[in-house]
C-alpha cells in the first residue's frame, strides 16, 4: 500500500513561493497519477494540478497556470509543487493523492491531513 504525506506548507505574504511535497512510502508511484487538491472553508475541494508518473504529462487549473509547477523525483517516489507568485486567494489546505490518471473522478484510499498554506496581503 503507498502511504502519501504531504509537507511543506506555511505562512507566506503574497507574491512569495512555496514548495509542497508528497513523499511516497512503501513503494514508488508507477503506472499512476499524483494529483494536488485544495479545500478552503466554505468552498468545494478544487483539483490544481496533477502529473501523470507513467509519462509525465501534467494538467493545471487555470487558476494556477503560469504560476504553479508540479514534478516528480527521479525515483519516483515523491511529487512537488512548486508554488509562485502566491495570492492569498491560494490559501487552502493542500493534500495530494493518487488517482489512475489525470482527470479520474476517484482517489485511492483516502484524504490524509494535508498542509496549510496561508498567504498574506
Known amino acids: 500500500e503507498v502511504q502519501l504525506v504531504e509537507s511543506g506548507g506555511g505562512l507566506v505574504q503574497a507574491g512569495g513561493s512555496l514548495r509542497l511535497s508528497c513523499a511516497a512510502s512503501g513503494r514508488t508511484l508507477d503506472d499512476y497519477a499524483i494529483g494536488w487538491f485544495r479545500r478552503a ?19 493545471y487549473a487555470d487558476s494556477v497556470k503560469g504560476r504553479f509547477t508540479i514534478s516528480s523525483s527521479n525515483a519516483k517516489n515523491a511529487v512537488y509543487l512548486q508554488m509562485n507568485s502566491l495570492k492569498p486567494e491560494d490559501t487552502a489546505v493542500y493534500y495530494c493523492a493518487r488517482q489512475r ?21
Do not use: H, M, N
Open 41 to 59: 472553508p466554505g468552498k468545494e475541494r478544487e483539483r490544481v494540478s496533477c502529473i501523470s508518473i507513467s509519462d509525465g504529462s501534467t494538467y
Open 101 to 121: 490518471f489525470c482527470g479520474a473522478t476517484l482517489i485511492f484510499g483516502s484524504w490524509g491531513q494535508g498542509t496549510q498554506v496561508t498567504v498574506s496581503s
